[in-house]
Structures are given as structure tokens and as C-alpha cells.
């Protein structure tokens, strides 16, 4: 289980007020802060290196700066009146930033402030606050987040999310893994399967698909993600240490050398909560099939029962069920929306959190039903959880329908 305070001395965040990104006349190039923020950052005046990050609403819309941030009291001659405030340079990542957007600023443990701008209409907003432990949005100044008590269920999943936010978040990894992962394959990166059943065989008595199928992913997802990571340190930083001087005359080879490291992670995400969802519906006796096609070359994550009794025209189409998977939804939960034409419901098991109301609200529209792990039906508002489903609900309704 990581915990902010594994990373972060503090987090504070708000939503950016007009003037704070007007960029007319001399603009205001500082925060007010708070008394929060002042038991992580002193009293005292300080200069912090800071990373800026924007994030807009897809990959092509980010950005970031490294300069440093100045925290002081404007007031200091009186010491009675103290009023801190988080001064910064302009930038091009302020400069993005609009009225309404979140600013998270968060001091690391090696003391470099980290302030990340999210639009207000990006579709990674949702999981950003998840990632910084807000539970809905802040107001118009800072809230203080008590890092020490903020926890994430899914170590994996946190880990995930930052990397696709842009967000470096160093890890803490013990390596306790690598002596049996490089016993068993060797220095080399095994296939997803592999590395799939590996971490279920570490797990082996200790999780229950069938009692447990919620909490029996995420610790699956969250054992695999420790030994990939454990292996990949591994066998990145031997490629670090023997390819650096050729790196250095080869540039175009180094590129290729780090965009295939973050390819291999996004796949491997994929693949294996795919992996281990089969294993899972197979202990619960669920009658599947994985990646067949239906028709128009669609091609459903998974299929139930399976392709002949989708194909036979005489099988009642209400007991038929397609499952699509995706770590992340974004705009692409509507790709579902065109597998499996004769099955009018659409499932989607996603493990991102906070999806917008107006987003559900279309899937809604559209007849997709999402299905998340439990533990991040809480990321979600009241009225969005009421047409969730969790893992267990979903695989007992394929139950009934087999069962008919």
C-alpha cells in the first residue's frame, strides 16, 4: 500500500482564480498561502527547485518547466501578522494555466517542490486528484492534504497513473523479487503471460478469486507491477551502465532505447489486468472466451459464453455479455460501443478513478455500464456510483445468465 507521505512531505491544492492567470499588465506572479502549507514549507524564507507540469486534456497537450519557487512572509517585519505566500517566475506552464483549472503543489521528500496544473477539462483530472489523495475538487484556496493518512489501495494502479500523467514519482522498490524472477527467466523481460503466472504463484493461499475477486485483482495487479518494476530497474540500468558512451555518438539509438521502456510499460499494464481477470473468471467458472471476433473484424476483450453461442442466431441475445478492458478509459471507452453489435449492454472494466460526471453520464446514454475494482467506487460522486458494478457483482450476473 503506498502512502503520500511515502513521497511527499506535504500536498496542497486549489483551483486557479482569474487573477491568478490573468496575464494582462505586470500579473500576479504568486499564491496565498496557508497555514498548512506552513507546517511543511516553514516559516522561514526559502527558495525550493520546482518542477511545473501542465496537463490538458491529451498527451500532445502537456508541458513542463523546471525553474525554482520562493516561499516567504510578505508580512515579516510584523511578526504578529504573518502572511506567507509561494512566489514563482514566469513561465510557459503558468501560462497555459486558465481561470478554473487545479494547481496541486506538493513538497518532495528530497525537498523539491513539484506544481502540477490540470485543466479543467482534461479527462486525466479525475485521476490526478485521486493520485494526490483529494476526494472531489478544491475550492479557490488551498486545502492541505494530511499525507500521513492519505493511502492508495493499488500500488500498481498509483504508479500507473503518475506515468501517465507525466508526473515522476520515484519508487521505492526492494528488489525482493529479482533473485526468483532471474532464476526463472533470466536477465531478460519474459512474456506477459509469464510474468502473470509468476505473480500468481508468489500469491498462491494467500488471495480468493471467488470469495475475493475485487481484492484478488488489485493485489495480483499490484504483485506483478513489483516484480516487472524490480526486473526492469534490473536490466535498464546494466544497459545504462555498458551503453552510455555509445548512447552518447548515437543519439537516435538511446530515443529508441527509452521509447521502447515506455511502450513495454503501457503494454504490460494492458496485458496483465487482462491476464489476471481470465484467471479470476475462470476459478468463478464463468464460460468465456478472450479475443474472438464477433463481426466487422470487432474483437471484444472477452466474450460470454463464447463465439459459437454468439454466432448461433437462435442463442437469446440476454444471455450474451461482452467485457471490455482498459486500464484508462479516456475517449476511448467508445471503441466498446462497436464490439458485439447483437449485445446492447456494453461492460467496461476500467481501472481509472474519478471519471467525470458528464463522461458517465454519455456512457450512461450510450448503454455502457463500467465495472471497477471496489475500492475505487469512492473516487466516484453518489449519484455516479449507483450504476457501478464491481468485480463480484459482474461475474455473479454472467453467473445467472449461464446458470438460465
Known amino acids: ?87 514563482f517566475r514566469d513561465n510557459d506552464v503558468m501560462n497555459l494555466a486558465s481561470e478554473g483549472d487545479v494547481m496541486i503543489a506538493a513538497l518532495d521528500r528530497e525537498g523539491n517542490m513539484l506544481l502540477v496544473i490540470v485543466s479543467d477539462v482534461s479527462q486525466l483530472l479525475g485521476d490526478v486528484l485521486w493520485l494526490f489523495g483529494l476526494g472531489e475538487l478544491p475550492g479557490s484556496a488551498f486545502i492541505t492534504i494530511e499525507t500521513a493518512e492519505s493511502s492508495h489501495a493499488s500500488d500498481a494502479l498509483f504508479y500507473y497513473i503518475a506515468e501517465q500523467a507525466g508526473i515522476q514519482i520515484e519508487e521505492k522498490v526492494s528488489d525482493s523479487w529479482l533473485d526468483l524472477i532471474l532464476e526463472r527467466f533470466g536477465p531478460v523481460f519474459p512474456r506477459s503471460r509469464q510474468l502473470s503466472a509468476l505473480a500468481l504463484e508468489s500469491l498462491d493461499g494467500e488471495i480468493s478469486p471467488v470469495e475475493e475477486p475485487d481484492n484478488t485483482l488489485i493485489r495480483l495487479l499490484d504483485r506483478e507491477e513489483r516484480m516487472f518494476r524490480e526486473l526492469e530497474r534490473h536490466i535498464v540500468s546494466s544497459e545504462l551502465r555498458n551503453r552510455t558512451e555509445t548512447w552518447a555518438e548515437n543519439v537516435d539509438d538511446f530515443i529508441s532505447f527509452s521509447l521502447g521502456v515506455h511502450n513495454r510499460r503501457k503494454s504490460r499494464a494492458g496485458h496483465s489486468l487482462e491476464n489476471h ?27 460470454f459464453p463464447g463465439s459459437a453461442h454468439y454466432q448461433d442466431p437462435n442463442w437469446p441475445a440476454d444471455r450474451l455479455t461482452m467485457l471490455g478492458v482498459k486500464t484508462s478509459c479516456k475517449d476511448r471507452w467508445r471503441q466498446v460501443l462497436n464490439e458485439a453489435a447483437r449485445i446492447p449492454e456494453k461492460h467496461l472494466l476500467t481501472l481509472q478513478p474519478g471519471i467525470s460526471e458528464h463522461q458517465t453520464r454519455e456512457m450512461d446514454g450510450a448503454n455502457l455500464r463500467l465495472v471497477l475494482p471496489r475500492n475505487l467506487h469512492r473516487t466516484y460522486s453518489t449519484s455516479q456510483q449507483s450504476s457501478l458494478m464491481d468485480l463480484d457483482l459482474f461475474i455473479n450476473e454472467v453467473l445467472k445468465k449461464q446458470a438460465a
Open 277 to 303: 481477470l481470465e484467471w479470476i473468471f475462470t476459478e468463478n467458472r464463468l464460460e468465456f472466451q478472450r479475443g474472438v471476433h464477433t463481426e466487422n473484424r470487432s474483437k471484444p476483450d472477452f466474450l
Open 1 to 87: 500500500m503506498t502512502r503520500l507521505s511515502d513521497h511527499f512531505s506535504g500536498v496542497s491544492a486549489k483551483r486557479l482564480s482569474i487573477v491568478e492567470t490573468s496575464r494582462s499588465d505586470s500579473n500576479q506572479h504568486e499564491f496565498n498561502g496557508t497555514a498548512g502549507m506552513r507546517q511543511y514549507l516553514g516559516k522561514e524564507r526559502s527558495t525550493f527547485p520546482a518542477r511545473f507540469i501542465y496537463i490538458g486534456n491529451d498527451e500532445e497537450d502537456r508541458l513542463m518547466v523546471d525553474d525554482h519557487v520562493t516561499w516567504y512572509d510578505s508580512r515579516e517585519r510584523h511578526p504578529n501578522r504573518s502572511e506567507h505566500r509561494l512566489y
